[in-house]
C-alpha cells in the first residue's frame, strides 16, 4: 500500500504543487483547506504523514490541535508544520518549516517521513 | 489656506480646505456635501474674489447665516460662523499670517528696571474666574467680556482640532487685539526640547510702528512663569504719574500685562500685550489704560489658550501616534501578502524545475502559470498601494461609461470562470458621455468586481451581477456590482473600507475596496453598500453624473 500524505494549506497553488510532484513520486495525497475538515480526513484515511499550514482556518485552535494530536499519537503519523508554532501547543514541533518555505526541503522530508512509515 | 471647519451638525469635526470656488449643499455634486436634511441640495457658494472669499446664498429654502445674521452675499472674515440649515461652520482664512522669523523682532531683556516697569498688580488663575456669570458690578465692558470668552472657549477648541498651533495662535492673538485696545501682543511658546519661551506669534495693530524691538524683560518672564500669575507692569514711576511737569508728558507711558498660558499639565508659554501712550494724551479719568479687568480677563484667555494649545499638541501627538500604529498595522499586513506572493512563486518556480528535469511539458506549463498568477498580484498589489498613497487629481474626459465597465467586465471573465462564477453584465442603452477618469474608475470597478468574484467563489450558483443605473436628469450615475456570496455583517461593513483589513480567505491585499472608495470620492461620488449575511451583497458606485459639455477641464474628447 503506498504512502499517504495529508496536506492541509488554504492556498490552491501550494497544493497543486505537493499534489504534482508527491503524485509523481508515488504517494496518495489527501487534500483539505482548512483544519477541521483536514481533522476528518485524517481521521477516515490515517495518512502517514500530516502536512499542516498554520495560515489554515481553525489550524492554531486548541481543542483542535490537541485532537490532531491525539490522531498523530494513535495512529503514529508524522506532522510537518508550516508557519511558527505557539509555544505551549500540543502538537510536535520535530519538523517546523518557517513560510515562507523552499519546496524541496518539504518534498524531501515529506518522502523521508513517509518512507519511515512504510 | 481659506478653511471651513464644521462645529456643530451631522457633519462635525470635518475641515474643509477651500479651493477658489465651490458649492455648498446637501446634494453629492457640491464640493462640501452636508449630511444636512435641512440643508438645500444647493444652499451656497463661496468664491475667492480680490477682497477675500464671497458667500453667496443660492436661494436656499431655509437661508444661510453669518454670525446670526441671514445674508445674501457677504465677504467672509476669519472667526465668521457659517450657518446652513442645521451645519455651523467656522471660516478661517490664514493668508494674512505670513510665517515670521520673530526671534530678531523680540527682545527678552535681563533686568527689569532696564525698562524701567513695575509690577503693578498680579493676579492668579482663581483670582480671575472670568468664566462665572456676569453680575451687576462688572462693568458694562468686562460683562460683555465675560459672555464674549464662552465664543472664545469654543471657537478656539474649535480651531484647535486643525492641528495647526499656528493657526490657533493666530486666531487667539485676533481675538485678543478685538477685546483689548493693545498695541503690541507676542506669544511665547515653551519649547518642548529645550523649556526655553521661544516667540511663536506677534502682531501690531494696524498704524502703530512696529519700529521699536519688543523688550520683554527676564525678570517679569521669570516672576510669572515662577508664580503662575499673570502681571500688570507700568514705567510709570508712581510719584510722577500725576505731576504735569514730569518726564511721563516727555516721554509716555508703556504699560504691558503678561499672563501664563497654563494648561492642564502645566505651563504652555505666555500671552504678552502692551500699550503706549504718548504724551500729552494721559487718559482723563483713569492713570492707565490697562486696568486689573484687562489683567484678569487676560488671565482667563491664557488659561483658555494653553487648553486649546494643549489640545492642538494632544492631537498631534494622538493622530501622529495612531498614523504610526496604522503604518505598522499595514507594514505587518503588507509582508503578510508579500510572504504568500513570493511563496506562490517560489512554488511555481519549483514545477518548473522539475518539470525540466523530468522534460514533462505539463508540469512546466502549471508552474508557469502559478508564477503568472503572481506576477499579476505583485503588480495589482503595486498599482493599489500607489493609488491610495497618492492624493490624485483624477483627469477629466469626457467619456463612456459602458465602454469603462466592458473593459472591466471582460479583464475579469477569465478569473470568473476559475473560479466558477457566472458575470452577467448588461451595458444601458442611450447613456450619455460622462466626465471622469476612465482610467481611475476601471481600476475603482475592478477591485469591487474582484471582491465580488471573491465573495462567492464557493457557492454554488455563484452570480456577479454588474449594470449601470442613470435617468435623464439624475445628479448621480451609478455602477451596481451584486453578488450572492456571503454577505458581510452590519459591524464588518465599516472595516472593508479601511485599509488592510483583510478578511481571512480573501485573496485580495486588503488594499483593494479602500482604493476604489478614495476613486470615487475624489469624483466627488462614494461607494454604498448594502448587505444581508448568507443573501449577498450589492455594491453601489455612485458617481457624479456630469455631462460631458459640463465638463470644465476642455480636455479633448475620448474617442
Same mark, same amino acid.
Given at each position: 500500500?503506498?504512502?499517504?500524505?495529508?496536506?492541509?494549506?488554504?492556498?490552491?497553488?501550494?497544493?497543486?504543487?505537493?499534489?504534482?510532484?508527491?503524485?509523481?513520486?508515488?504517494?496518495?495525497?489527501?487534500?483539505?483547506?482548512?483544519?477541521?475538515?483536514?481533522?476528518?480526513?485524517?481521521?477516515?484515511?490515517?495518512?502517514?504523514?500530516?502536512?499542516?499550514?498554520?495560515?489554515?482556518?481553525?489550524?492554531?485552535?486548541?481543542?483542535?490541535?490537541?485532537?490532531?494530536?491525539?490522531?498523530?499519537?494513535?495512529?503514529?503519523?508524522?506532522?510537518?508544520?508550516?508557519?511558527?508554532?505557539?509555544?505551549?501547543?500540543?502538537?510536535?514541533?520535530?519538523?517546523?518549516?518557517?513560510?515562507?518555505?523552499?519546496?524541496?526541503?518539504?518534498?524531501?522530508?515529506?518522502?523521508?517521513?513517509?518512507?519511515?512509515?512504510? | 489656506?481659506?478653511?471651513?471647519?464644521?462645529?456643530?451638525?451631522?457633519?462635525?469635526?470635518?475641515?474643509?480646505?477651500?479651493?477658489?470656488?465651490?458649492?455648498?449643499?446637501?446634494?453629492?455634486?457640491?464640493?462640501?456635501?452636508?449630511?444636512?436634511?435641512?440643508?438645500?441640495?444647493?444652499?451656497?457658494?463661496?468664491?475667492?474674489?480680490?477682497?477675500?472669499?464671497?458667500?453667496?446664498?443660492?436661494?436656499?429654502?431655509?437661508?444661510?447665516?453669518?454670525?446670526?445674521?441671514?445674508?445674501?452675499?457677504?465677504?467672509?472674515?476669519?472667526?465668521?460662523?457659517?450657518?446652513?440649515?442645521?451645519?455651523?461652520?467656522?471660516?478661517?482664512?490664514?493668508?494674512?499670517?505670513?510665517?515670521?522669523?520673530?526671534?530678531?523682532?523680540?527682545?527678552?531683556?535681563?533686568?527689569?528696571?532696564?525698562?524701567?516697569?513695575?509690577?503693578?498688580?498680579?493676579?492668579?488663575?482663581?483670582?480671575?474666574?472670568?468664566?462665572?456669570?456676569?453680575?451687576?458690578?462688572?462693568?458694562?465692558?468686562?460683562?460683555?467680556?465675560?459672555?464674549?470668552?464662552?465664543?472664545?472657549?469654543?471657537?478656539?477648541?474649535?480651531?484647535?482640532?486643525?492641528?495647526?498651533?499656528?493657526?490657533?495662535?493666530?486666531?487667539?492673538?485676533?481675538?485678543?487685539?478685538?477685546?483689548?485696545?493693545?498695541?503690541?501682543?507676542?506669544?511665547?511658546?515653551?519649547?518642548?526640547?529645550?523649556?526655553?519661551?521661544?516667540?511663536?506669534?506677534?502682531?501690531?495693530?494696524?498704524?502703530?510702528?512696529?519700529?521699536?524691538?519688543?523688550?520683554?524683560?527676564?525678570?517679569?518672564?521669570?516672576?510669572?512663569?515662577?508664580?503662575?500669575?499673570?502681571?500688570?507692569?507700568?514705567?510709570?514711576?508712581?510719584?510722577?504719574?500725576?505731576?504735569?511737569?514730569?518726564?511721563?508728558?516727555?516721554?509716555?507711558?508703556?504699560?504691558?500685562?503678561?499672563?501664563?498660558?497654563?494648561?492642564?499639565?502645566?505651563?504652555?508659554?505666555?500671552?504678552?500685550?502692551?500699550?503706549?501712550?504718548?504724551?500729552?494724551?494721559?487718559?482723563?479719568? /483713569?492713570?492707565?489704560?490697562?486696568?486689573?479687568?484687562?489683567?484678569?480677563?487676560?488671565?482667563?484667555?491664557?488659561?483658555?489658550?494653553?487648553?486649546?494649545?494643549?489640545? /492642538?499638541?494632544?492631537?498631534?501627538?494622538?493622530?501622529?501616534?495612531?498614523?504610526?500604529?496604522?503604518?505598522?498595522?499595514?507594514?505587518?499586513?503588507?509582508?503578510?501578502?508579500?510572504?504568500?506572493?513570493?511563496?506562490?512563486?517560489?512554488?511555481?518556480?519549483?514545477?518548473?524545475?522539475?518539470?525540466?528535469?523530468?522534460?514533462?511539458?505539463?508540469?512546466?506549463?502549471?508552474?508557469?502559470?502559478?508564477?503568472?498568477?503572481?506576477?499579476?498580484?505583485?503588480?495589482?498589489?503595486?498599482?493599489?498601494?500607489?493609488?491610495?498613497?497618492?492624493?490624485?487629481?483624477?483627469?477629466?474626459?469626457?467619456?463612456?461609461?459602458?465602454?469603462?465597465?466592458?473593459?472591466?467586465?471582460?479583464?475579469?471573465?477569465?478569473?470568473?470562470?476559475?473560479?466558477?462564477?457566472?458575470?452577467?453584465?448588461?451595458?444601458?442603452?442611450?447613456?450619455?458621455?460622462?466626465?471622469?477618469?476612465?482610467?481611475?474608475?476601471?481600476?475603482?470597478?475592478?477591485?469591487?468586481?474582484?471582491?465580488?468574484?471573491?465573495?462567492?467563489?464557493?457557492?454554488?450558483?455563484?452570480?456577479?451581477?454588474?449594470?449601470?443605473?442613470?435617468?435623464?436628469?439624475?445628479?448621480?450615475?451609478?455602477?451596481?456590482?451584486?453578488?450572492?456570496?456571503?454577505?458581510?455583517?452590519?459591524?464588518?461593513?465599516?472595516?472593508?473600507?479601511?485599509?488592510?483589513?483583510?478578511?481571512?480567505?480573501?485573496?485580495?491585499?486588503?488594499?483593494?475596496?479602500?482604493?476604489?472608495?478614495?476613486?470615487?470620492?475624489?469624483?466627488?461620488?462614494?461607494?454604498?453598500?448594502?448587505?444581508?449575511?448568507?443573501?449577498?451583497?450589492?455594491?453601489?458606485?455612485?458617481?457624479?453624473?456630469?455631462?460631458?459639455?459640463?465638463?470644465?477641464?476642455?480636455?479633448?474628447?475620448?474617442?
Amino acid at each position: 500500500m503506498p504512502s499517504s500524505v495529508l496536506v492541509v494549506d488554504p492556498s490552491a497553488e501550494n497544493r497543486e504543487v505537493l499534489r504534482t510532484v508527491l503524485h509523481q513520486r508515488g504517494l496518495k495525497i489527501y487534500e483539505a483547506d482548512e483544519a477541521t475538515s483536514g481533522l476528518a480526513l485524517a481521521r477516515e484515511h490515517h495518512p502517514d504523514v500530516i502536512v499542516l499550514d498554520l495560515d489554515a482556518e481553525d489550524a492554531t485552535s486548541g481543542p483542535l490541535q490537541l485532537q490532531l494530536r491525539q490522531e498523530l499519537d494513535r495512529e503514529s503519523s508524522s506532522l510537518i508544520i508550516l508557519g511558527k508554532l505557539r509555544t505551549g501547543s500540543p502538537l510536535p514541533a520535530g519538523h517546523t518549516l518557517s513560510k515562507p518555505y523552499h519546496f524541496a526541503p518539504l518534498v524531501h522530508t515529506i518522502q523521508e517521513l513517509a518512507a519511515k512509515a512504510a | 489656506m481659506a478653511s471651513l471647519f464644521v462645529m456643530q451638525g451631522r457633519d462635525r469635526g470635518k475641515r474643509f480646505e477651500l479651493p477658489a470656488e465651490l458649492t455648498l449643499g446637501r446634494d453629492g455634486s457640491n464640493l462640501i456635501q452636508l449630511n444636512d436634511s435641512e440643508a438645500s441640495r444647493q444652499h451656497a457658494r463661496v468664491r475667492k474674489e480680490e477682497a477675500g472669499y464671497l458667500l453667496t446664498d443660492l436661494s436656499s429654502s431655509n437661508g444661510s447665516f453669518v454670525n446670526n445674521e441671514p445674508v445674501k452675499e457677504r465677504l467672509l472674515k476669519t472667526g465668521d460662523r457659517v450657518l446652513l440649515g442645521r451645519s455651523l461652520m467656522l471660516f478661517t482664512d490664514t493668508q494674512e499670517h505670513s510665517s515670521q522669523n520673530l526671534a530678531h523682532e523680540v527682545d527678552i531683556v535681563g533686568e527689569l528696571h532696564t525698562t524701567g516697569s513695575r509690577i503693578l498688580k498680579s493676579v492668579s488663575q482663581d483670582q480671575s474666574e472670568v468664566f462665572r456669570a456676569p453680575d451687576s458690578a462688572d462693568s458694562p465692558w468686562l460683562a460683555r467680556a465675560r459672555s464674549n470668552l464662552q465664543i472664545m472657549y469654543r471657537t478656539a477648541l474649535a480651531v484647535s482640532h486643525t492641528l495647526d498651533i499656528d493657526q490657533l495662535l493666530h486666531r487667539i492673538m485676533e481675538l485678543i487685539f478685538e477685546w483689548v485696545e493693545a498695541d503690541r501682543g507676542l506669544i511665547m511658546l515653551s519649547s518642548h526640547e529645550t523649556g526655553e519661551l521661544e516667540p511663536a506669534v506677534s502682531r501690531n495693530r494696524k498704524g502703530t510702528k512696529p519700529d521699536e524691538k519688543l523688550s520683554v524683560s527676564r525678570t517679569i518672564l521669570d516672576y510669572v512663569l515662577q508664580h503662575k500669575e499673570g502681571v500688570l507692569t507700568s514705567d510709570a514711576k508712581d510719584d510722577e504719574r500725576w505731576d504735569p511737569a514730569n518726564s511721563i508728558l516727555k516721554l509716555g507711558v508703556r504699560e504691558a500685562i503678561c499672563v501664563p498660558m497654563q494648561g492642564r499639565y502645566g505651563i504652555v508659554g505666555v500671552i504678552y500685550i502692551d500699550t503706549y501712550t504718548a504724551p500729552g494724551k494721559l487718559p482723563l479719568r /483713569t492713570p492707565n489704560k490697562f486696568t486689573e479687568e484687562h489683567l484678569k480677563l487676560m488671565v482667563a484667555i491664557g488659561h483658555q489658550a494653553a487648553l486649546a494649545v494643549e489640545d /492642538t499638541s494632544y492631537y498631534s501627538a494622538m493622530v501622529h501616534a495612531e498614523r504610526l500604529a496604522a503604518m505598522g498595522q499595514t507594514i505587518a499586513t503588507l509582508s503578510h501578502h508579500i510572504k504568500n506572493i513570493l511563496q506562490g512563486i517560489r512554488g511555481g518556480s519549483y514545477l518548473i524545475e522539475e518539470g525540466l528535469k523530468g522534460s514533462d511539458q505539463d508540469v512546466i506549463r502549471r508552474g508557469w502559470r502559478i508564477v503568472e498568477k503572481n506576477q499579476e498580484r505583485i503588480s495589482s498589489l503595486v498599482l493599489d498601494m500607489l493609488t491610495f498613497s497618492k492624493d490624485r487629481e483624477p483627469e477629466l474626459i469626457a467619456a463612456d461609461l459602458n465602454e469603462t465597465v466592458s473593459d472591466v467586465v471582460e479583464l475579469m471573465q477569465i478569473r470568473a470562470a476559475e473560479a466558477v462564477v457566472e458575470l452577467a453584465w448588461q451595458p444601458l442603452a442611450n447613456l450619455p458621455m460622462f466626465t471622469f477618469d476612465p482610467e481611475l474608475l476601471h481600476r475603482a470597478i475592478l477591485n469591487v468586481v474582484t471582491n465580488a468574484i471573491d465573495a462567492c467563489e464557493k457557492q454554488d450558483g455563484a452570480e456577479v451581477a454588474v449594470s449601470i443605473e442613470y435617468a435623464l436628469g439624475d445628479r448621480t450615475v451609478r455602477i451596481v456590482v451584486s453578488d450572492n456570496g456571503a454577505g458581510i455583517a452590519p459591524d464588518d461593513i465599516k472595516k472593508i473600507f479601511s485599509v488592510f483589513e483583510s478578511r481571512k480567505g480573501a485573496r485580495g491585499t486588503g488594499l483593494g475596496l479602500p482604493v476604489s472608495q478614495k476613486i470615487l470620492r475624489e469624483h466627488g461620488g462614494d461607494i454604498l453598500v448594502e448587505s444581508t449575511l448568507g443573501v449577498g451583497s450589492k455594491f453601489v458606485l455612485e458617481l457624479p453624473a456630469l455631462a460631458a459639455e459640463d465638463s470644465k477641464v476642455g480636455k479633448t474628447i475620448a474617442s
